[in-house]
């Protein structure tokens, strides 16, 4: 099935999110609709939300719109992803969280979920505002992947702000 088609299927993963919610591209929507939906991706990202997704939604008390979720080679490629990024295996979502509020949700994850999440990065703006913030799981499928791992990315840099343990 191609992602176009999930839409209609109205598939729900949890109480606030649709599953073709996370097949998405502002920039290149046709190669997010032209990817196939495989049932090891769909598992996946029922884990994400039910882990960490939902959980901030709860936390928001507001709608939360997902930016990317799923990638296939194709739409990484065209966004410039890192070739070992965990949006390939459906283990990462860019959370549309804004400014400060970003900070508090930020936080709170580093307090709260540390054990569950793979690896979670502020991106700010040139002016230091956060605009998203990325979150993935702890890798099932992957290659060995940072566990707990909170960083900060601002122009071409990533800071090491929390965490640095590796999964073993
Ligand atoms: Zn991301």
């Not at 709860?58 to 719109?65: C, H, P, Q, S």
């Not at 283990?91 to 307090?111: F, P, Q, R, S, T």
């Amino acid at each position: 099935m191609k992602a176009s088609e999930l839409k209609e299927l109205r598939y729900k993963v949890s109480d606030n999110f649709y599953l073709h919610e996370f097949y998405v591209s502002e920039t290149y929507p046709d190669l997010a609709a032209n990817m196939e939906v495989e049932i090891e991706d769909v598992v996946a990202i029922s884990i994400l939300v039910h882990q960490i997704v939902q959980p901030v939604r709860d936390f928001l008390g507001y709608e939360l719109i997902i930016g990317s979720g799923k990638r296939d080679d194709a739409l990484n490629d065209a966004v410039e992803g890192s070739e070992e990024s965990q949006h390939l295996l459906a283990e990462a979502a860019d959370l549309e969280i804004a400014g400060n509020i970003a900070w508090k949700v930020y936080h709170w994850l580093i307090e709260e979920f540390s054990n569950v999440i793979g690896q979670c990065i502020i991106y700010l703006n040139q002016n230091g505002i956060p605009r998203f913030i990325h979150v993935s799981t702890k890798t099932y499928r992957g290659s060995r992947k940072p566990c707990g791992e909170f960083l900060v990315k601002y122009g071409g840099s990533f800071y090491r702000f929390a965490g640095s343990r590796w999964d073993s």
